[in-house]
């Protein structure tokens, strides 16, 4: 069963999370701990995440410094079949257009489809730290729906060289969609129009940036309904865990914080204040979106995967 299935079938809403491929040189034992964690609430699919290069100096021998381009995060193909075999749950490894060639993709979707994980999140990907704005690799893709089309082409059995061969099995994916606009989007209408081209273009679902005001996420799903994006829009939501977020996370993912959550965070005193007021603001928000009749929620565990737990402990 594919993503859309599977929240489809689930009797309730449905509970995933996601992982980040361990930094280079790490076990991959704090992915498998993670999981341990969560488990307990049956996630439908276990999302992994897929990153970039970046710029970084190096040291030479003769004391100069050059400039290589390394990822320090590599191996979401290997964690998410690592997952996928040790738990039997489905893995969503994401593909990022952003520091991939589309050779390098095409790769990817072999070593994939060898291994039976046919479901993928499909995106864009940040622009490097040392970009002004986002620029596509050299031989690579400039936005998610041309990564679909890659994948499209690939289900129908055609290569990057031009050879073509029936592939066993069919990638389904989803898309992601920005209840407060994708920072770069000249407005939401564009921003809209663009995701409605992701979802003719095939994605079978949406997972959104994270929000922390429903109503941003409900006045967005009425929105896409209206322009005729029919498909799932899971929601994502994201603990708070630690103060520096009220700045970090506008900053990052471009999202507002209601007032209320800011008032109370700034009472906080300690970490673990800090931590519960997060739990209780995510819990609140899971509350209403389950009764409000989600498919499904996302999880952003990175860093708050006990913080998690709690959520779900009490929704679930
Ligand atoms: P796109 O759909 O390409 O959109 C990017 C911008 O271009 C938008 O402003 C859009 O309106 C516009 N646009 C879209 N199509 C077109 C077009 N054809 N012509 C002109 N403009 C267009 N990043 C990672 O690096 N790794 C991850 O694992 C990762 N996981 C994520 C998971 C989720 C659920 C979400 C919400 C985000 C994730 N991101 C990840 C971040 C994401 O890569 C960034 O937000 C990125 O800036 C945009 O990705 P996108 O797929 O939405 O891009």
């Known amino acids: 069963m594919n993503v859309?299935?599977?929240?489809?079938?689930?009797?309730?809403?449905?509970?995933?999370?996601?992982?980040?491929?361990?930094?280079?040189?790490?076990?991959?034992?704090?992915?498998?701990?993670?999981?341990?964690?969560?488990?307990?609430?049956?996630?439908?699919?276990?999302?992994?995440?897929?990153?970039?290069?970046?710029?970084?100096?190096?040291?030479?021998?003769?004391?100069?410094?050059?400039?290589?381009?390394?990822?320090?995060?590599?191996?979401?193909?290997?964690?998410?079949?690592?997952?996928?075999?040790?738990?039997?749950?489905?893995?969503?490894?994401?593909?990022?257009?952003?520091?991939?060639?589309?050779?390098?993709?095409?790769?990817?979707?072999?070593?994939?489809?060898?291994?039976?994980?046919?479901?993928?999140?499909?995106?864009?990907?940040?622009?490097a730290k040392h970009e002004a704005r986002f620029t596509p690799t050299t031989d690579g893709h400039s936005h998610a729906i041309d990564l679909e089309e890659q994948v499209n082409r690939f289900n129908e059995g055609f290569f990057l060289d031009g050879s073509h061969m029936e592939v066993s099995q069919k990638f389904s994916y989803g898309v992601a969609g920005y209840p407060e606009k994708h920072e770069e989007a000249p407005n939401l209408e564009t921003d809209l129009r663009h995701l409605k081209a992701k979802v003719d273009a095939g994605a079978s679902y949406i997972v959104t940036q994270m929000f922390f005001d429903n109503d941003k996420y409900f006045d967005f799903v009425a929105r896409c309904r209206a322009a005729g994006i029919n498909v799932p829009i899971i929601p994502g939501l994201k603990p708070i865990t630690n103060i520096n977020q009220l700045s970090i996370l506008p900053k990052v993912f471009h999202v507002d914080l209601p007032e209320t959550l800011v008032e109370e965070l700034e009472k906080c005193t300690t970490d673990a204040m800090v931590k519960e007021v997060g739990v209780e603001w995510c819990a609140t928000q899971a509350r209403e979106l389950i009764a409000h009749g989600v498919p499904s929620i996302h999880f952003y565990s990175l860093n708050a995967t006990e913080s998690v737990r709690c959520v779900a402990a009490t929704v679930y």
Do not use: M, W
């Open 4 to 127: 859309v299935e599977l929240i489809k079938n689930s009797p309730s809403t449905a509970f995933s999370f996601e992982v980040l491929p361990p930094l280079k040189g790490n076990s991959i034992d704090k992915v498998f701990h993670t999981i341990d964690i969560l488990r307990e609430f049956e996630p439908k699919y276990i999302n992994i995440t897929s990153h970039r290069s970046e710029l970084v100096y190096k040291e030479t021998d003769s004391g100069l410094f050059r400039q290589v381009s390394e990822k320090s995060r590599p191996g979401s193909v290997a964690v998410a079949a690592a997952i996928q075999y040790k738990y039997h749950i489905p893995a969503v490894p994401h593909l990022i257009c952003s520091g991939f060639t589309k050779r390098e993709t095409e790769y990817a979707l072999i070593d994939l489809n060898f291994l039976g994980i046919t479901d993928l999140l499909l995106l864009r990907g940040d622009k």
